[in-house]
């Protein structure tokens, strides 16, 4: 839950101010891939400084050992 409208207020100003840059878009897909790169890019911030507790600490409550995937499914 977000405390604030803040922080979605800034990515739209930031979403507005990426468009009005490029001034007028090719078609619609070139508009939806902007606007989902930027989304993408904000989220990826959001997950790592949004972060409450720590991975690390997470590890040292548990009592079985790390499990890592693989990056490739087989």
Do not use: C
């Amino acid at each position: 839950q977000i405390h604030s409208t803040n922080p979605l207020e800034r990515l739209n100003a930031e979403i507005k101010r990426r468009t009005d840059v490029v001034g007028i878009f090719p078609n619609d897909a070139a508009i939806t891939r902007l606007v989902g790169a930027m989304m993408l890019e904000q989220n990826d911030e959001w997950s790592l400084q949004r972060r409450y507790m720590q991975l690390e600490g997470l590890q040292a409550l548990s009592d079985t050992p790390p499990t890592r995937l693989p990056a490739v499914a087989r």
